[in-house]
């Protein structure tokens, strides 16, 4: 790229230290508390999209009267129009391993697992690699925090952290009701920190540079960088690694092949923000968060192709549990069929938003409500593709 | 005591204990949230989403069945925004299902039929699913028919049939649009592990899981002239049927029951609590030539313990779950299937009728019986022994059908022979009453005395719900003839539900525990809380119902099964001797092993 208008970071990918897990070994001799006080200054929020703060997350974990805990690395990436967790397992794995050994330590676990999503099972033997390395290190460094990889079998609800402990116990993978919460009760209900891959990477980062460098990117809402999966109408598709906190309409100047007409954020689960809103939007906490995907449309695209094909996704990647999600799921796409058809009045939209509304609100889990997300800010903006 | 909650449920404050849900708090308060998914007996699901309510300061809606109380949590159940989203998930299950209701077996028996009556839902808010639905009807079963078509996927099936039974016939396939509750790889409920317990009927909201109903085959018999149609009732239908027809749980009403079998057209009512009585004599024989074998022929092929074979979900079960235990199970047929061989031999012979021509009848707690009858094993008389079951619940109908305003009706008594019976018999309808009328029978025959329990009353035997219970019984100052068994400790043990029934026989695979006799019921409570009961079934239902059974044992005159004077005579003038030829012939049966999924 010759002219960079957006900050590029070299936060997550950046090269490895020279001694192998220093930051690791750096850490362990520190206490919990300033670790903890370190992650709560530097504001990080979960990578995964909902953006819980990790340092709370660890507290609840750590102060939960337990006898075991465990960490769990939430490596089934799932959201379509994400691919940055591949991309970081493939290029700094031994950054993850490091932020899992030191949640380890803060909420005094002994095992911690990744769950890689099934169709990265290639990855298992250069992960299994870095594992083995990652074991003498901590074995010399007398932290007793094992780590072991658990595959996905390929279905997008087992990425919500309590199917995904389902699935990891041998269920079925679907949600638990919450509370509650895998701080007090998730892998086999015992305290369990979940966190993104990005997620663990930033902690190891914050332990490297501290707190104050590491607040030097981003907003005070959505600090430090991220990784965007960037795909779609764009001549430079690809992983990018940036700031928190970028207008949207720099972000379209950049990627954009000029033409575009909306980007979907945050995939199939997040919002569709057309042209007109392009220069108000930020991206980050405050704004539209993302758990990194960044689709671009330009105007040969129809937004209802692309609702139908978010619609069709989630009707079959529903995990069928409560009736909002496998029905409401199911309510939706049929009904923009039957308007596009003209068999239902184009006010049809409207009680199928009320329904889009009703699942946000009801449904058990992310999944069922955050379909109303793409399918309210698709069908809001792009009403006339809708019925004509 | 535990800590006290204050929250605000419709704007009134109460305190409820911690742990409480919300949907309990506000039943505290006489607040009535809907639900499906949710059953008392059974763990927490929340997945039909019908019972969200609204809580202040949180943007999403609950489901009060989840959420537990927290202090100050202020409560909406009947917002505007609690009434769009109910009737939103109420339109959309509607959408999904197969709502012909005239056609449906649950008609006017249902609950989303009742809550869409509630809600009003009439305007088809959303499009109609079913039609690319490829929904199946496993009808190819005996006892119990599965239709998808019907189901809102609440899983209070899988939790029962899981949690209730540790059986795991049915479980959830496949996910989205596509997620029923299905078997093992989808074969038909009569070539999976399903015991037929019918408890997953008992539970289902909807017509999805229903009893195959043998209501009009039983009225063709009826007004057939040619046919002398016999009915037997078991014992704890005569304490539940009430509930069907309207009045409350745990009242007795065996005399009203008679006169409604009457009236309706039934040639004889008999009832099957006098085969039960007959069950103990050849059961309680069978046990003591188990012990004299084992105790002093020293024979090692005998199998103890020996473990009581009155109910069939747990006959299916063990043939499934542990068949190298068979040789365990008592040879003695269950007093259902001893009453239907008697009737066409024994009855008919003394009636002086064809037994060709002898239609038997029986009114079961049960629908695992209907596939019991079915066994091709139970046609010891040259025809099938039991021609149709029916559940309370088909009775219940049937009394309706009729016309009858049954609290009005007389009490009436049994016809004879065959109709006579014992307060030993009545309590084979609750957990613990096989072992505690066997042991009334076997202790006065061993030793000549009464049970040492006064009143009769054998409470250490007497099962809890959900419990595995463990008793002892010492034996002394036998009769000479028993003299091996003096200073015995019987070791007992009584189960019910089976997942208690499998902790049972685990222990004595393990060898854990060395029992030497066995009581398992499959439901819950014994069947008292049978699969064909009147729905709803709970706990607190369940425990009336038993207290129900204890009382009508207390008012029988005669409370031991040897001294039923109809088992005395059926033994004089045809069975000769317990354990002897005819009985074998007619009395006796044996399993068959099965696969395990």
Request: aromatic share 8%.
């Amino acid at each position: 790229m010759s002219e960079q208008t957006l900050k590029r970071v070299d936060l997550i990918f950046g090269e490895y230290s020279n001694i192998k897990y220093k930051v690791l070994a750096d850490t362990l001799k520190r206490s919990n508390d300033e670790i903890l006080k370190d992650l709560l200054d530097s504001g990080l929020r979960g990578r995964g999209g909902a953006g819980f703060p990790t340092a709370m997350k660890w507290k609840f974990t750590a102060e939960s009267p337990c006898d075991e805990r465990f960490v769990i690395c939430n490596a089934d990436e799932g959201e379509p129009g994400t691919f940055k967790d591949r991309e970081i397992l493939l290029r700094v794995p031994r950054k993850v391993f490091s932020g899992m050994a030191i949640c380890g330590k803060v909420i005094g676990a002994k095992r911690g697992f990744m769950y890689l999503r099934g169709e990265y099972r290639f990855m298992i033997p250069d992960l299994m690699k870095e594992l083995e390395i990652y074991h003498e290190h901590a074995q010399k460094l007398g932290h007793d925090f094992k780590i072991e990889i658990r595959l996905g079998s390929g279905a997008y609800i087992c990425g919500e952290e309590s199917a995904l402990f389902e699935s990891m116990e041998g269920g079925r993978g679907e949600p638990r009701n919450k509370p509650p919460y895998p701080t007090t009760s998730g892998f086999m209900k015992k305290p369990t920190v979940i966190n993104n891959v990005e997620t663990f990477v930033n902690v190891m980062m914050i332990m490297r540079l501290g707190p104050e460098q590491y607040k030097k990117l981003g907003t005070t809402d959505s600090r430090g960088s991220k990784v965007f999966s960037v795909s779609g109408d764009t001549p430079i598709p690809g992983i990018y690694e940036l700031e928190l906190g970028m207008p949207l309409d720099r972000f379209v100047d950049e990627f954009g092949d000029g033409d575009t007409k909306a980007v979907q954020v945050g995939g199939a689960s997040g919002f569709c923000v057309p042209r007109k809103k392009f220069k108000e939007t930020v991206i980050g906490f405050e704004g539209v968060p993302t758990g990194g995907s960044m689709m671009i449309f330009n105007s040969s695209r129809s937004m209802y192709n692309v609702l139908h094909n978010y619609l069709e996704f989630f009707e079959e990647e529903s995990c069928g549990q409560c009736t909002p999600c496998r029905v409401g799921c199911q309510q939706l796409r049929k009904g923009i069929v039957a308007v596009k058809k003209g068999e239902k009045k184009a006010n049809y939209l409207d009680q199928l938003m009320k329904l889009s509304e009703s699942m946000k609100i009801t449904a058990k889990c992310g999944l069922g409500q955050s379909v109303a997300n793409s399918f309210s800010s698709i069908v809001n903006n792009f009403k006339e593709e809708m019925i004509y | 005591m535990a800590k006290k909650i204050n929250l605000t449920i419709d704007g009134i404050n109460v305190s409820v204990d911690e742990g409480m849900t919300i949907l309990e708090a506000a039943r505290t308060l006489n607040i009535h949230i809907p639900t499906l998914c949710y059953h008392e007996d059974l763990c927490v699901a929340g997945n039909c989403r019908v019972c969200v309510v609204e809580q202040e300061k949180v943007k999403n809606l609950p489901a009060s069945c989840a959420m537990p109380v927290a202090e100050g949590m202020v409560i909406h159940t009947n917002s505007m925004k609690v009434r769009m989203a109910r009737k939103h998930i109420v339109e959309l299950l509607l959408s999904e299902h197969n709502a012909d209701c005239t056609k449906c077996y649950k008609n006017g028996n249902c609950e989303l039929q009742g809550l869409a009556s509630q809600m009003l839902t009439g305007d088809h808010m959303f499009l109609d699913l079913v039609p690319d639905k490829k929904y199946t009807i496993d009808m190819f079963n005996s006892a119990i028919v599965k239709d998808d078509s019907r189901c809102i996927r609440c899983q209070r099936c899988v939790r029962t049939c899981e949690e209730l039974q540790s059986v795991s016939a049915l479980g959830v396939a496949y996910k989205g649009d596509k997620m029923k509750i299905s078997t093992f790889f989808e074969h038909p409920l009569f070539e999976v592990v399903c015991t037929n317990c019918g408890q997953c009927v008992n539970r289902c909201p909807t017509g999805a899981l229903i009893e195959k109903n043998y209501i009009d085959q039983v009225w063709d018999a009826i007004y057939d002239p040619s046919k002398h149609v016999v009915v037997q009732t078991a014992p704890a239908v005569r304490i539940a049927l009430g509930e069907a027809l309207g009045l409350p749980p745990g009242k007795i009403v065996t005399g009203k029951m008679v006169s409604a079998l009457k009236r309706l057209g039934f040639n004889s009512v008999l009832d099957t609590d006098f085969t039960a009585d007959l069950t103990i004599i050849e059961e309680g024989h069978e046990l003591l030539s188990r012990l004299k074998k084992a105790l002093v022929d020293k024979d090692p092929t005998v199998s103890l313990p020996m473990a009581t074979s009155c109910s069939p979900g747990w006959i299916k079960f063990i043939e499934h779950t542990f068949p190298e235990y068979l040789p365990n199970l008592s040879t003695c047929k269950s007093p259902q299937q001893m009453f239907g061989a008697l009737a066409k031999t024994f009855y008919a012979q003394k009636r002086q009728l064809d037994p060709k021509n002898v239609v038997s009848v029986s009114i079961m707690p049960c629908t695992a019986k209907k596939f019991e009858a079915n066994r091709p094993e139970m046609r010891s008389s040259g025809y099938k022994d039991v021609d149709y079951v029916l559940t309370t619940r088909e009775l219940g109908i049937m009394i309706k059908q009729a016309g009858l305003e049954f609290d009005g009706l007389p009490e009436e008594k049994f016809d004879s022979f065959m109709g006579s019976s014992t307060g030993a018999a009545v309590i084979f309808g609750t957990t613990g009453g096989v072992m505690e009328a066997a042991l009334r029978t076997v202790y006065e025959v061993v030793t000549g005395r009464e049970v040492p329990f006064e009143g009769l009353n054998i409470v250490p035997v007497r099962g809890t719900e959900g419990e595995v219970r463990e008793a002892t019984i010492h034996i002394e100052k036998v009769k000479p003839e028993w003299s091996f068994l003096e200073g015995v400790d019987l070791q007992c043990v009584v189960a019910n539900g089976l997942a208690n029934a499998k902790k049972v026989m685990q222990n004595v695979k393990e060898g854990k525990a060395n029992y030497h006799f066995i009581e398992i019921m499959a439901c819950p409570g014994g069947c008292l809380g049978g699969g064909g009961q009147p729905i709803p079934t709970n706990k607190e239902i369940r425990s009336k119902r038993k207290s129900a059974i204890y009382q009508e044992d207390m008012g029988m005159p005669i409370r031991k099964s040897h001294e039923n004077p109809d088992v005395a005579s059926i033994y004089q003038e045809f069975l000769e001797k317990p354990l002897g030829h005819k009985s074998h012939e007619l009395l006796h049966t044996h399993y068959t092993p099965r696969k395990r999924y």
